[in-house]
């Protein structure tokens, strides 16, 4: 009895650290899903500044709403171009790497601009974030 | 009916509304809604189901033994596991409490352009004056019927023209696109968690008390928490139909709780922008509220002492320093700059592995002859409490390893 209590505690135990060691992934040079991820999140931020400036355009929203809100998704679009950086991968997934690193940087600086931008701006921001939005999409599925 | 009780269930309905709709429901259902559309409708349907079977029981025993639901707790299953409640839930209610408080800094700030860190403070003042000042009826309307400004919500499903045969399909359990399978369940549970969370049925079941309900407002008490949160149920499926409509096809991921606001101003311009600004605004801040003072009900009423908004602040000062300090702790959890939006989910998923503590006391007390007399269960509440125990239990096993393999419904 005493024994397979001792047996399932191992149990219980490996499985809770495998459990954390798959939420927190592998750590190090990032994979095809780790890069995946990262087209999402760059895609899901440039669509969401892209409506914004849109509705900005068509005067739909607020000045307050459009600079407070495009600042949080400027904010998460410098982080994920930060780690984007300095992140590392395979060989043959670098070129993926380089092309988010450098479409992350375009969408954070658009993203700055759309704060404090003049309706002919927010015009242009608005088509260069949904352009942006398309190419993550296509380095997504190129990555599949 | 009399127009007195017209009036009630109206009220009753307006709380639940601002009750039921949180955080938690505003961050899951439009994250569930922009990975997989309309397909996890369902899920909504089986939890407003849920919280109306295990609400309609706390209300009932309130209303026959005149005594809140946690005030027995400790009475029916003993003091070891009424403690082990007692921590589970009041973990559960700060960390929502700090996830509303850090939702009503944002709405102020989307809608003032305001720095986040000097409105958390604001924000917390500002409901503790409103919680001390307003009696509880007034706290119920004000919270209840501001909070509607989220219908604004059903009006932008309409206008955003979604086909209308998939959201039918949405109420049908089945295969899945999307998203992966685990990511999937990971939804199933966090909607779940946040349409039954164990703070609504505490502040329910406590407020049922303040307002005096006796064996007189037994059908009050059905009424009141099928329609009203039929209706929270409603919302959901706005918030749901909303992003399945306007975020998915875009790729948006909604990661701020600012986005489902963009859906309201993109179908209806600067108008639906402000009525969901001012929408979220109460139902979070009333959540705010209701998470505080559950902390505050649920202290005073295991440790025996003078408890409710009815009495002065100094005749129940340990019940009002409870929620006070639920109030002080949230706004120390906030500022440590910890995304509300994070906190939310953090809270959802661990409020679902403390459900089995809230829900098993709950049905035990309303099968109890010597609490309820005549008033015990039928067969139809002993059933459904029954499956959605069992449910509760399996999700509470699976919520927190969903959790960690899906990195928070990320895939």
């Not at chain 1, 809100?69 to 300095?86: I, P, R, W």
């Not at chain 2, 001390?132 to 989220?150: D, I």
């Amino acid at each position: 009895m005493r024994g397979f209590r001792k047996e399932s505690r191992l149990l219980v135990l490996g499985l809770i650290v495998g459990l954390v060691g798959a939420g927190c992934g592998s750590g190090g040079k990032l994979g095809v899903k780790a890069l995946s991820q990262e087209s999402k999140s760059l895609r899901s931020l440039a669509a969401e500044g892209a409506l914004l400036a849109q509705d900005a355009v068509s005067g739909k929203t607020t000045r307050v709403y459009t600079r407070e809100h495009s600042s949080d998704l400027y904010k998460a679009a410098s982080q994920a171009e930060a780690s984007l950086k300095t992140a590392e991968t395979e060989p043959e997934l670098e070129p993926k790497l380089r092309q988010l690193a450098v479409l992350a940087a375009q969408v954070s600086a658009d993203l700055n601009r759309l704060g404090s931008a003049s309706k002919e701006e927010e015009r242009a921001v608005g088509r260069e974030l949904q352009a942006a939005a398309k190419e993550s999409k296509k380095i997504g599925e190129g990555l599949k | 009916m009399s127009v007195k009780n017209v009036l009630a269930v109206a009220l009753g309905i307006m709380s639940a509304i601002g009750g039921f709709v949180d955080i938690g429901d505003l961050v899951f259902n439009t994250q569930a809604g922009a990975i997989f559309g309309f397909q996890l409708l369902w899920v909504v349907v089986i939890g407003v189901v849920g919280i109306i079977v295990y609400s309609e029981m706390c209300g009932r025993v309130s209303a026959v033994a005149k005594r809140p639901v946690f005030d027995l707790v400790r009475e029916r299953t003993g003091f070891g596991a009424g403690l082990a409640t007692l921590i589970a839930s009041e973990i559960v209610n700060l960390m929502t409490c700090a996830a509303e408080i850090g939702g009503v800094a944002i709405c102020f700030q989307l809608l003032s352009g305001l720095p986040y860190r000097l409105l958390i403070p604001l924000a917390v003042i500002g409901l503790a004056v409103c919680s001390w000042v307003l009696p509880f009826r007034w706290l119920e309307r004000v919270f209840g019927y501001l909070g509607l400004g989220l219908l604004v919500f059903a009006v932008a499903a309409i206008k955003l023209h979604p086909d209308w045969g998939q959201v039918a399909h949405g109420f049908v359990p089945g295969s899945h696109s999307g998203g992966s399978l685990m990511v999937y369940l990971y939804f199933v549970v966090g909607l779940l968690g946040a349409a039954m969370t164990p703070y609504e049925v505490y502040f329910y079941s406590s407020g049922a008390v303040e307002d005096r309900w006796g064996l007189k407002e037994l059908r009050l008490n059905q009424v009141t928490s099928i329609i009203g949160y039929v209706l929270g149920g409603f919302l959901s499926f706005a918030l749901m139909i909303v992003a399945g409509a306007l975020f998915l096809p875009l790729g948006i991921s909604p990661q701020f709780l600012g986005t489902p606001a963009l859906a309201a101003e993109h179908a209806l311009g600067q108008l639906g922008l402000l009525l969901a600004l001012v929408g979220i605004l109460f139902a979070v801040g009333g959540a705010a509220i209701e998470t505080s003072f559950a902390g505050g009900y649920n202290m005073a009423q295991f440790f025996g002492w003078r408890w409710g908004k009815r009495e002065r602040p100094a005749r129940a000062s340990r019940f009002t320093l409870s929620w006070l300090a639920i109030f002080a702790l949230a706004l120390l959890l906030v500022m440590t700059g910890y995304d509300p939006v994070k906190l939310t989910e953090f809270s959802v998923i661990f409020s679902v592995v403390a459900l089995p503590l809230t829900y098993l006391p709950i049905l035990l007390i309303a099968n109890d002859r010597a609490y309820m007399g005549s008033n015990v269960n039928g067969k139809l509440a002993n059933v459904l409490g029954g499956l959605y125990f069992l449910l509760i239990l399996v999700i509470a096993v699976v919520a927190i390893p969903l959790m960690l393999l899906t990195h928070g419904g990320q895939g």
